[in-house]
């Protein structure tokens, strides 16, 4: 009898073609009173509520980098504080909606922009949010430099995001959190090529100082270590600005080959070592170039330094 059931059961959903709200929630593993709207208009769900393949390692992503940030949130938020969350390079802000959804909504104070420059998309999440009545949400159609100088923004951000953020948007996701003073960063940086230009442009030298630039002499290799210097030049910018820093997997490499995840709290610690070896790192690479323009708040005292070498 009960294999009868099962099988009129598979059958009505096979006619219907919908999955029934739990089914649904034990496949994306839904927190209590997440909306199944929001992931619809987000085509993370197709309208029959079937999963999209597509957007299935996005939201794997997203749900995982949640457990890091939520926690942050719930600190900051002690006393009552109406926490405010910059999401740069926001895309079709998967992970801004989801913020809002599992955490600020319930909450009801404290505010997300996010930061994009392709207008199309912010047109479309701006009507989205609308639609959802996400009212603490802004969307900003311009570049995350750009809203460093916006004089309309909050003077002060808590939370820095960055998800895949291009290129150098991920320098300019930080030093826009310095100069915010954010008491938090969480970043999973995407391609860069800004210091892997630099090592190109040098090779030829730098292979007459050092058998070190045998580990960047092929193109491939120049590509990935570029990526691997910035990464670790931005975690030693952060230490020496005040942050402690974490460094882990976001989520199984099948999933993203941009899976490194920075997270940085800040504590006013600033390491005067980290400083040291930044300033060390750019030497040895041949990037001394890049300290007045990337690195802008070294403490002077390492710049001096390294102006007078």
């Given at each position: 009898?009960?294999?009868?059931?099962?099988?009129?059961?598979?059958?009505?959903?096979?006619?219907?073609?919908?999955?029934?709200?739990?089914?649904?929630?034990?496949?994306?593993?839904?927190?209590?009173?997440?909306?199944?709207?929001?992931?619809?208009?987000l085509?993370?769900?197709?309208?029959?509520?079937?999963?999209?393949?597509?957007?299935?390692?996005?939201?794997?992503?997203?749900?995982?980098?949640?457990?890091?940030?939520?926690?942050?949130?719930?600190?900051?938020?002690?006393?009552?504080?109406?926490?405010?969350?910059?999401?740069?390079?926001?895309?079709?802000?998967?992970?801004?909606?989801?913020?809002?959804?599992?955490?600020?909504?319930?909450?009801?104070?404290?505010?997300?922009?996010?930061?994009?420059?392709?207008?199309?998309?912010?047109?479309?999440?701006?009507?989205?949010?609308?639609?959802?009545?996400?009212?603490?949400?802004?969307?900003?159609?311009?570049?995350?430099?750009?809203?460093t100088?916006?004089?309309?923004?909050?003077?002060?951000?808590?939370v820095?995001?960055?998800?895949?953020?291009?290129?150098?948007?991920?320098?300019?996701?930080?030093?826009?959190?310095?100069?915010?003073?954010?008491?938090?960063?969480?970043?999973?940086?995407?391609?860069?090529?800004?210091?892997?230009?630099?090592?190109?442009?040098?090779?030829?030298?730098?292979?007459?100082?050092?058998?070190?630039?045998?580990?960047?002499?092929?193109?491939?290799h120049?590509?990935?270590?570029g990526?691997?210097?910035?990464?670790?030049?931005?975690?030693?910018?952060?230490?020496?600005?005040?942050?402690?820093?974490?460094?882990?997997e976001?989520?199984?490499?099948?999933?993203?080959?941009?899976?490194?995840?920075?997270?940085?709290?800040?504590?006013?610690?600033?390491?005067?070592?980290?400083?040291?070896?930044?300033?060390?790192?750019?030497?040895?690479?041949?990037?001394?170039?890049?300290?007045?323009?990337?690195?802008?708040?070294?403490?002077?005292?390492?710049l001096?330094?390294?102006?007078?070498?």
């Amino acid at each position: 009898m009960a294999k009868t059931e099962k099988k009129q059961g598979d059958k009505s959903l096979q006619k219907t073609g919908k999955a029934a709200p739990q089914d649904i929630a034990a496949q994306l593993e839904l927190k209590p009173g997440q909306s199944i709207d929001l992931l619809k208009a987000l085509h993370i769900l197709t309208r029959e509520g079937k999963l999209n393949q597509d957007s299935r390692r996005k939201l794997k992503q997203v749900y995982h980098l949640y457990q890091f940030i939520e926690p942050i949130l719930q600190d900051l938020a002690k006393n009552e504080h109406a926490v405010t969350l910059a999401d740069h390079g926001a895309g079709k802000s998967y992970l801004g909606f989801i913020l809002y959804d599992l955490y600020f909504k319930a909450q009801g104070r404290g505010s997300i922009y996010g930061i994009e420059t392709r207008a199309p998309l912010v047109e479309a999440s701006q009507k989205l949010a609308a639609e959802l009545g996400f009212d603490r949400m802004s969307f900003l159609n311009m570049s995350v430099a750009e809203s460093t100088q916006a004089d309309f923004m909050p003077e002060r951000f808590d939370v820095i995001t960055a998800l895949h953020a291009c290129d150098t948007a991920t320098d300019d996701a930080i030093a826009f959190g310095l100069e915010k003073k954010a008491k938090a960063m969480v970043l999973v940086p995407c391609c860069q090529a800004e210091v892997a230009a630099c090592l190109r442009q040098t090779k030829a030298i730098s292979l007459t100082r050092t058998p070190l630039a045998e580990l960047w002499r092929h193109p491939i290799h120049t590509r990935e270590m570029g990526s691997q210097i910035t990464n670790v030049l931005r975690c030693l910018y952060l230490e020496a600005c005040g942050y402690q820093v974490t460094v882990t997997e976001l989520v199984g490499w099948e999933h993203s080959m941009k899976n490194e995840l920075i997270v940085a709290r800040y504590t006013g610690h600033k390491k005067r070592a980290a400083a040291e070896r930044l300033k060390q790192l750019l030497t040895e690479f041949g990037l001394e170039s890049l300290a007045k323009t990337r690195y802008t708040q070294l403490p002077q005292e390492a710049l001096a330094e390294q102006s007078a070498e």
